[in-house]
């Protein structure tokens, strides 16, 4: 049996905090290894507790969990543990600043429990945790039509068929559709879409979307 799943609680009430531990502890895969209730204190926790995944507030004092995100991937970002943003608050600016700060998922604090609990199993075997709804706006965020056509810029380190699944992750295409497109197995198709997101620096498959219009691989009203 694997070791359980490593999870740090960040946030400034310490009811949802209990809450949160209350779902999280009656899941055998998953264990609670701390609480802190600042970006500050999450920052110091992280290197005493080692989680593999932290459950992150936006709002908070001292820093926020924005700014602890910068940082803490900054500082450390190959061994930063996954981190998932949390808040009541549904608003795209908190967003994108999470995935531009590195965080692998942003989750409503109304999700239902069952979600909270995937959620972390998702982000710690290296997914990303984005609804449908919230990935459509980080496409249409970079599909808003620009002053002039972005030029594409094909990374050279990349083979011939791992551009070609940068390309469909860019249009949003799950595993098994890149599977069918190119008549392989999926686990063929993770394996590539591992070597894209190593090559390139990813963090998972929503910054290669961001990555793939920045660059100019993937363009507005791409089928």
Known sequence: MNAPLRVLLVDDQALVRAGFRVILGA???????????????????????????????????????????????GEHPDTAPKIVILTTFDREDYLFEALQAGASGFLLKNAAPEDLVESVRVVARGDALLSPEVTRRVIARFTEPAAAPVPERRPDELTDREYEVLVMLGKGASNGEIASR??????????????????????????????????????????
């Open 182 to 223: 190119f008549v392989v197995s999926e686990a063929t198709v993770k394996t590539h879409v591992s070597r894209v997101l190593a090559k390139l620096g990813l963090r998972d498959r929503t910054h290669a979307v961001v990555y793939a219009y920045e660059h100019g691989i993937v363009a507005p009203g791409m089928a």
């Open 27 to 73: 899941e055998p895969d998953i264990d609670v290894v701390g609480e802190a209730s600042d970006g500050l204190e999450a920052l110091r926790l992280v290197g005493e507790v080692h989680p593999h995944v932290v459950l992150m507030d936006v709002q908070m004092p001292n820093i926020d969990g924005l700014e602890a995100t910068r940082r803490l991937l």
